[in-house]
């Protein structure tokens, strides 16, 4: 796909996967993944479980080797790149975060800051300050991470991934998020103003992200773009057109209707297997 | 951040802890506290009239032209003894919070990679076969041969089991953790055969030695061990904040762009290097390695830029506070220092283990 | 080697003092010796009772845990495991000389004590009637009591003559073993213990020649090396809860002394403390050896 770009980067600064065979070594290939991601746009990774989502992910962030191909940023593959120069500018944020001893939430959000300790900015407090306050921790500052709620922890470790990216950096260069299901643990509320946040970092900072998601109609309402997995195969494209009944149907074998909500924003309705056989309500 | 301000100004901690500032000058005091009331301490009556005197002499303030016997009692004996206490609690100390800060576990203790162990079967080697090999030996390089091979034994000891926790490119604490336990298991069982096949003058020897002690401690000896133990904080204290970070999982860390492999590698070695010269100096003194971060995170929470050094100095309390009780209770004989920390040791350690059942 | 001073200055200074020091021992020995005599902490049970027999014990200011003989010697200040000395606990005495033993240490405690001006002299341990001669003769020398201690030598030697002949004079020489504890399998002497070497004073031969030093022995070895007369401690037998049941234990029943029940315990420092009772010592043992495999 080689959507519009978002007039705050350059078409060099993308995200690439160059024939990147997604899988595990061992096991056999979960999908062949060739595409770009465009910073200034949420993308969405999507699939049925065991499809290789977190395993793309993690090949995204530079954490895991590819089994074949490549992923290539601003046009160097991540094998060339510094772990800290990627730091500087990626963050990535997994599923689960265990933290050992009993680091306070704010200590927990300063660690995102490690990448730039040779070259503090002049805001470090500050940083710490707003990215807290941005997912709504702030008032957990002083409590330890381990104390709270799953919900409040993945909001803590959120905060940390963004003051990671927090500053703009030297050069423009574009800077990525990268999250692992990050509304799995999140309340209703939650997970719409999680998405909304990423959503607005990508538009108005021109960040790119990518989320592996669950949830369908997060995706529609939030995701520029998606990537498709399952069934051995990789769709790109931008939501509209890629995340249709048809395709759902074909990746995840469930029938489909789409409607409207309120704010005219499209949604889907799941109306259970589609395929032949299977019951079409729990008996 | 090159600072040390963990507290947002205005921000109220649930949590209730000391400020890093705070917690470490309280421990520079705990030392300064402990090494005034060492040196007041000791088989050897000396009133603090005294101890004034030769403090003057000592720094060329008094005539010394006589040599009175509190002088070199104090300057030749009890002195270097109380330094080396000093270098034995801060190493022990920091090793023990980079043990725990490596293994993410606070229940870590330096003798998981070996040293303790490695450091005792060489010392054992050098006692019941080193008068086969080496019988005319003068005594006092014999004295020093035993401190070299304890010191070399306890570094080849964590360089085995180092080299077994590497896996798939880098080291694997899990596996260490494991090799740890069989390599120390095998040092115990070579130990134990030398116990078997050792005179009896040997076995006392070795038995002696094991229970630790820093007496005996000579400026020549705490100029080495001192120096180690400096070089060992200098490096372990830029540790710092990458353990930090190392906290919330090594692969996390590494995607925050902490050298991972580079860190387990310095921490390790800087803890074989501590440990290793402080053993083979004063023999085995337990616990200090596990409560000093204990109670340095209890306090001033566990941010490795106030535990590190924080350890460094309660450790260093601990062990002359420890050591002026030990010769001093049972005087004019003296009680072996490790059998003393033992016992302080294990209530302590039951009662952490209480503390974290749940998380264990 | 190293020299431990804490800088130019006071190294100067001790070295100043303690070239001193041999001019003042020397001539001043003797004057010490009539004008104050020597304190003495002594090392070890045997060289405590020297320095008893030599009339010295008013010098005594300390002694180790193995001086138990005579009883006396038991109330005197403690300086703990002659192992494993404290420096300033034995400086705190005030002594002017340590007497010892070889095994006396760890050896840098010894040179701090040295450093000191503390005179400390160690004999050679080797198990041999040499050794109570040395004994005799180094604290003789430390307390100033070298009058006395010939008289106690020439004394002491004759008793040692006399034992000789006696033992010499019997033609049995039982097979004799002894043991030093009972945890799992027994710990025996082999050679070039004390106990061998007072095996074989006492005109007997150690059952176990295969190995030196203390060694556990299985019930089989022990049968194999079939010894007439087992030897222990009174301190032993105490510990196992007396003679009885000493020869419960199983692996004692297949030897040749468990059916005359041919035991002999002595005191632990009489029987091994290579001392002034050594004559005596030998000679009860082998009076009472040839009694029991007569």
Redo the contacts between chains.
């Keep these: 796909m080689s959507a519009a770009a978002s007039p705050l980067s350059t078409t060099a600064d993308l995200l690439v996967c160059d024939q990147l065979g997604v899988g595990v070594p061992g096991r056999p290939l979960l999908a062949t993944v060739h595409t770009q991601f465009v910073p200034g746009r949420v993308t969405a990774i999507l699939g049925p479980n065991g499809a290789g989502k977190s395993t793309l992910l993690s090949m995204l962030s530079g954490q895991r080797t590819p089994r074949s191909g490549r992923v290539r940023l601003a046009g160097k593959p991540l094998p060339g790149w510094s772990a800290l120069a990627l730091a500087r500018q990626r963050a990535v944020l997994p599923q689960e975060t265990a933290v050992a001893f009993d680091f306070t939430v704010q200590e927990v959000v300063e660690m995102g800051r490690f990448p730039h300790r040779q070259h503090p900015s002049r805001h470090e407090a500050r940083i710490v300050r707003e990215a807290l306050a941005s997912t709504g921790v702030a008032h957990l500052a002083g409590r330890s991470v381990n104390t709270l709620s799953g919900g409040e922890r993945a909001r803590a470790h959120l905060a940390r991934a963004l003051a990671q990216i927090w500053e703009p950096l030297p050069g423009g260069a574009a800077r990525w998020l990268l999250l692992d299901e990050p509304t799995a643990a999140l309340d209703l509320a939650h997970q719409h103003q999680t998405m909304a946040l990423v959503r607005r970092w990508a538009v108005e900072q021109g960040v790119g992200v990518v989320a592996v998601l669950h949830d369908l109609n997060l995706a529609l309402r939030y995701a520029h773009g998606v990537v498709l997995l399952g069934q051995g195969r990789c769709e790109a494209g931008p939501t509209a057109q890629t995340l249709t009944p048809a395709a759902i149907a074909r990746v995840w074998g469930v029938a489909c209707t789409e409607v409207r909500a309120s704010d005219g924003v499209p949604q889907f309705l799941v109306a259970g297997a589609a395929a032949p056989g299977l019951p079409s309500k729990f008996e | ?2 600072g040390v301000a ?1 507290a ?1 100004p205005g ?5 209730g802890r000391l400020s890093p500032r705070a917690a470490l000058t309280m421990g520079a005091m705990l030392v300064l506290l402990a090494f005034v009331w060492a040196s007041t301490q ?4 000396i009133a603090p009239a005294q101890l004034w005197q030769v403090l003057l002499q ?1 720094v ?1 303030a008094a005539p ?1 032209a006589e ?1 009175a ?1 509190e002088y ?2 104090f ?4 002195l ?1 003894r109380l330094l080396m206490g000093v270098a034995a609690g801060a190493g022990l100390g920091l090793a023990g919070a980079l043990m725990q800060g490596l293994f ?3 229940l870590a203790d330096p003798g998981l990679i070996g040293v303790s162990s490695g450091a005792a079967l060489a010392a054992a080697l050098t006692i019941v076969l080193g008068s086969y090999w080496l019988p005319d030996l003068p ?5 020093w041969a035993l401190v070299g091979m304890a010191f070399g034994g306890g570094l080849l000891v964590t360089a085995l089991i180092y080299a077994l926790a590497q896996a798939d490119g880098g080291t694997r604490m899990g596996l260490m953790l494991l090799a740890g336990v069989a390599v120390n298991a095998l040092a115990l069982a070579g130990l134990g055969y030398l116990n ?1 096949i ?4 040997q076995l ?2 070795l038995q ?1 030695w094991l229970l630790g ?1 820093l ?2 401690a ?3 000896a705490v100029a080495l061990v001192g120096s180690i133990v400096a070089v060992a904080c200098g490096l372990g204290l830029a540790l710092a ?2 353990l ?2 190392i ?3 090594e ?2 860390a ?6 991972v492999e580079r860190t387990k590698r310095l921490a390790v070695l800087v803890t074989a290097l501590a440990v290793g010269a402080v053993t083979a100096a004063t023999g085995i003194i337990g616990f200090i390695g596990l409560v000093a971060p204990h109670w340095v ?1 209890l306090v001033a ?3 490795h830029r106030v535990v590190l050094p924080g350890s460094a100095l309660l450790g260093a309390a601990l062990v002359l506070a420890a050591d002026g009780v030990a ?1 001093t209770i ?5 009680l ?1 220092l490790g059998v003393l920390t033992a016992f302080i040791g294990v209530p302590l350690f039951l009662a952490m283990l209480r503390q974290f059942r749940s998380k264990v | 080697m190293w020299h431990d001073g804490l800088n130019d200055a006071v190294r100067r200074q001790l070295l100043r003092g303690m070239a001193a020091l041999p001019l003042l021992s020397a001539a001043g020995a003797r004057r010490a010796a009539a004008a104050s005599p020597a304190r003495i902490v002594s090392l070890g049970g045997a060289l405590t009772e020297v320095v008893y027999l030599l009339g010295a014990q008013g010098q005594l200011v300390g002694t180790d845990t193995t001086s138990l003989f005579p009883e006396a010697a038991q109330r005197t200040a403690k300086v703990g495991y002659m192992r494993q000395l404290s420096a300033e606990g034995l400086l705190s005495l005030k002594p002017d000389a340590v007497v010892g033993t070889t095994e006396a240490g760890p050896p840098v405690v010894l040179d701090q004590v040295r450093s000191a001006g503390v005179r400390v002299e160690l004999v050679q341990a080797d198990h041999t009637w040499d050794e109570v001669q040395r004994k005799v003769a180094t604290v003789g020398r430390v307390a100033g009591r070298e009058r006395e201690a010939r008289a106690l030598q020439a004394s002491l030697d004759a008793q040692w003559v006399a034992v000789q002949k006696v033992v010499a004079a019997t033609t049995r020489r039982p097979r004799a073993l002894f043991i030093l504890s009972h945890s799992g399998s027994p710990m025996v002497a082999g050679t070039g213990t004390a106990a061998d070497a007072l095996i074989r004073f006492a005109g007997a031969t150690n059952a176990i020649t295969q190995f030196a030093g203390y060694r556990p022995l299985t019930a089989e070895a022990m049968a194999s090396a079939a010894p007439e007369v087992l030897l222990n401690s009174t301190q032993g037998i105490e510990a196992l809860g007396g003679e009885a049941a000493f020869w419960q234990r199983p692996e004692l029943a297949l030897t040749p002394a468990f059916r005359r029940k041919a035991l002999v315990a002595m005191e632990a420092s009489h029987l091994l403390g290579f001392g002034p009772r050594l004559p005596a010592a030998v000679r009860e043992l082998h009076t009472r050896m040839q009694a029991i495999t007569a």
């Design positions: 951040m090159s963990v947002l921000a109220r901690w649930t949590v000791g088989a050897y009556a000592a060329g010394s040599q016997p070199l009692v300057i030749n004996i009890r270097p993410r576990n606070p005594r006092t390089l014999g004295s078997f050792s005179t009896d003058e006392r020897n002696m002690s007496g005996g000579r400026w020549s904040r990458s930090n970070a906290a919330l999982g692969a996390q590494a995607l925050l762009g902490v050298p995170r929470g566990p941010d010769r049972v005087q004019p004989a003296e072996p």
